[in-house]
């Protein structure tokens, strides 16, 4: 008989109840197992057929796409080479958009690598059935020949239907903006001096707010880019998209090291040459339809190199640009809802000067050196007054100081003004002189000094101009003149010695400045132009006035 195995208290048997028990449920696991494979082969299944069935819908839907895009848009021409609708994520990818001009097809003016858009998932929790749209390395492009068709066309910018070709894009309505390494460049007329945008990220949030009040910007705003390589911006606000009329935006604004002479090609058209210089402003900016402010703290302009250039061929221009200054300084002079304020402007190591090209010689009066402060500069008289100060070297040589108390205008300019030049070697005012006087010196030291006021449209004030050790006529440098070259020079040398102070060896003369404005409509800055061109060059030629409005008739 063989022995049995001793029990240990480890191996007793189950009861009959447990043993039953353990048997339905191991049979449940193995039901749930394979409803489980069952479910989850399903629905892989379905994804599998999603995402194949995607594909073949792209191409109709990429034609579909393309053709209604342009037949909503008017002068440009897209085309869409590639697109992916993936039905798993209800999203669309375009590749490669681009969009050209019809008139100057070549190059395009924007190309998008890639653009999707998709459900904005997260509003989604909150019952919002909104769109995500994301522009990755777009590439805007324009020249001044495509903005002239532009500008000459006629049709507004809301009737050229881009928002329509938008919407063509998908269906939602888009609440999450973003655009990743934008490139954005504009050629004048110089291909090597492309005014580009570049590394521009931007980011917008909430744009389908559509219950804000008066004033509320619901969308948080965010933008950054590189300009010119060099320079810098950086935006941060809010933004109501969804304002009557137009957009509105609240935000603060960043410049840093931005090149002038990039915008050298465009200046120029206005006479204005610029050569060097960077600048950098601070400030905010909200502009909607019922308020627009542009406040900046702090706008800087450093080492400036900037001429106006004069000629005789761009004399009609510069005359309509000047009636065109004036009317829009006077629209825009203490407008209702309109907020233009500087709290402080600086030129700093500034050389400004005006060339003279209509003269025969030609001249350029120039300060160097130059460091100029404007602070509280507005548009409104509410504001109170601004003051300005510079310091600078008139013709690279005379120690010049200025300062001036001006207000908003309302029935006219109101301004005053003090201006001081002190020892500026007269050979460097040579061209000056042969332009108005008809002669030039060997030696002399030139010194103005002036004080002017204007309000309600009087004049007061005076200018003095001072010559010191003025010398005229030189025998060996004269040698080569003509004969009444050298008896006209004798002559003003003749003059300034019987008009010269025995004891301090100068020559002065003051010139009161009294009177009436002609225009009330005359600008402040058209005011200070006048007085240097007229008061400034009429004083510093004492006893020649003959000379002078023989060159300038009709002036006084």
């Known amino acids: 008989m063989a022995s049995r195995k001793p029990r240990t208290e480890y191996e007793e048997p189950l009861p009959p109840r447990e043993r039953s028990a353990g048997k339905r449920t191991h049979s449940a696991l193995r039901s749930v197992s394979r409803a489980t494979l069952w479910t989850t082969g399903t629905i892989v299944a379905i994804l599998v057929i999603l995402l194949v069935a995607s594909f073949f819908v792209d191409e109709p839907i990429r034609r579909s796409m393309e053709r209604h895009m342009n037949e909503s848009l008017k002068g440009y021409t897209v085309q869409i080479p590639k697109l992916h609708f993936q039905l798993i994520g209800l999203s669309v ?60 066309d006629r049709t507004p910018v809301k009737d050229k239907g881009w928002q329509q070709a938008f ?8 609440n999450l903006l973003r655009i990743n390494d934008a490139d954005i460049t504009y050629i004048d007329k110089d291909p090597k001096r492309p005014l580009h945008v570049g590394h521009l990220y931007f980011r917008a949030t909430n744009i389908r707010n559509i219950h804000s009040k008066d004033r509320t910007y619901p969308s948080p705003i965010h933008g950054e880019a590189a300009i010119f390589e ?107 809802g309109l907020l233009l304020k500087v709290d402080r402007f600086r030129l700093l190591g500034a050389d400004i000067g005006i060339l003279n090209k209509a003269k025969n010689p030609p001249y350029r009066a120039f300060l160097s050196g130059t460091d100029i402060e404007i602070k509280n500069l507005s548009n409104h008289f509410s504001e109170g007054p601004a003051t300005a100060t510079l310091r600078g070297k008139f013709m690279g040589s005379g120690t010049t100081t200025a300062s001036a108390t001006f207000r908003p205008e309302t029935n006219g300019p109101d301004f005053d003004l003090k201006a001081a030049i002190e020892s500026t070697d007269m050979t460097k005012m040579n061209d000056l002189l042969q332009a108005y006087g008809k002669f030039d010196v060997v030696q002399g030291k030139f010194s103005f000094f002036s004080e002017l006021h204007i309000k309600d449209r009087q004049i007061t004030g005076y200018v003095k101009p001072l010559f010191q050790d003025m010398k005229v006529y030189d025998k060996r440098q004269d040698a080569e003149k003509s004969f009444f070259r050298k008896a006209y020079e004798a002559l003003v040398g003749g003059v300034a010695h019987l008009l010269q102070n025995r004891q301090r060896e100068e020559v002065a003369t003051v010139a009161d400045v009294s009177g009436q404005l002609g225009n009330p409509r005359t600008s402040t800055w058209q005011v200070i132009g006048r007085l240097i061109e007229n008061a400034f060059i009429r004083a510093i030629l004492p006893g020649f006035d003959r000379e002078v409005a023989r060159s300038n008739p009709g002036k006084k």
């Open 93 to 152: 990818t375009l590749h490669d958009l681009t969009v050209r001009q019809q008139a100057h097809p070549d190059p395009p003016v924007m190309l998008i690598p890639r653009l999707h858009a998709s459900v904005h998932w997260r509003e989604l929790v909150t019952g919002h059935v909104v769109g995500d749209f994301l522009f990755d390395h777009p590439k805007v492009y324009v020249n001044l020949t495509q903005l002239e068709t532009e500008r000459k």
């Open 167 to 174: 919407e063509q894009i998908y269906p939602l309505k888009l």
């Open 230 to 336: 060099t320079g810098r911006a950086v935006v941060d606000g809010h933004a109501d998209f969804l304002a009557e009329r137009f957009p509105g935006i609240h935000a603060t604004l960043k410049v840093e090291k931005v090149p002038l002479d990039y915008f050298r090609p465009i200046t120029e058209r206005a006479n204005v040459d610029i050569r060097s210089g960077t600048l950098g402003a601070d400030g905010e900016i909200e502009w909607g339809p019922k308020i627009r402010v542009a406040h900046l703290t702090d706008l800087t302009l450093r080492g400036i190199r900037v001429d106006y250039v004069h000629t005789e061929a761009t004399a009609p221009a510069e005359t309509a640009r000047k009636h065109k200054v004036q009317e829009a300084t006077a629209k825009a002079s203490n407008q209702p």
